[in-house]
């Protein structure tokens, strides 16, 4: 969930703890995660600067919402002109026109920017609305540094390209097996069947294999399919355990492998 806006975050854990109740479940039952971005710096326009891409996309997602919070009610138009302005071919660039629509004070209002005393107090707060934690995905965990890393090997070793084995990309900082194996898949259209924590449960649940490395688990569905349906078996295998064969809620009953699998009317578990 984002933004990171205390009140929005309140409303949201409640929502989910009211859904929760409803279908006669315990809390606990759910990690509750918020997602934003923060920047720390002791220079207040570059913190700002840094995430304010992301602030623009906070703002076109909660355009629609028909009652926001008091601390986000104030910037109802320009959230407005966030949404007019939004061009999703840029998405979340660093360099989309679109993050030009917020302003520094809606900025400040939807993402954690500041030096870091202030980002460590705003976190702080955030954590106190209810949610289990907080996940930093652009600059948190020493991603940063790690792209940064990536970038100046692709300059200093690949003339600028991005390399094209799977092999090579996987030596980059920061890039994994998995990863490297969808790059290749997609940018270049290279066979390659990576295994996420979908692909992997769907395949055990199915008898496909048994194994629990993902490396050792790719090894065994490649023996299985000819190298021309391995990319498309990585797409139907995630797709099948996003919206069917969920990890906590296997829907079997509406499942077309519902014959042919040997863990139909599975519970919670791989
Ligand atoms: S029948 Fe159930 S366990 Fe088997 S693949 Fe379908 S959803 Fe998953």
New binding site residues.
Partial sequence: MGPAEEGFVRRQVQWVEDGLREAGRKRSDLEICLVTTTSASSDPARALDDLRSWASTEARLIADFAELPPGLERFRAEIEGAKAGYDYSQHLSTHAGHQRTVSDDLARALAVAGNPEECGRRIAGLLSAGVDGCIFPLMGGGRLERLRAAMARIAREHAGKLPRTREELYDLPGVGWKTAGVVVNHAFATPALPVDTHVGR?AR??GLTRQEDPRKVEEELSSLLPERLWGRAHQLLIW?GRR??EARR???SR?V??DL?P??G?KESD
Avoid: A, G, K, S
């Fill in positions: 769907v649940r199915l099948h069917t064969c296997p829907h079997c499942c492998l519902l699998c863990r139909r599975v």
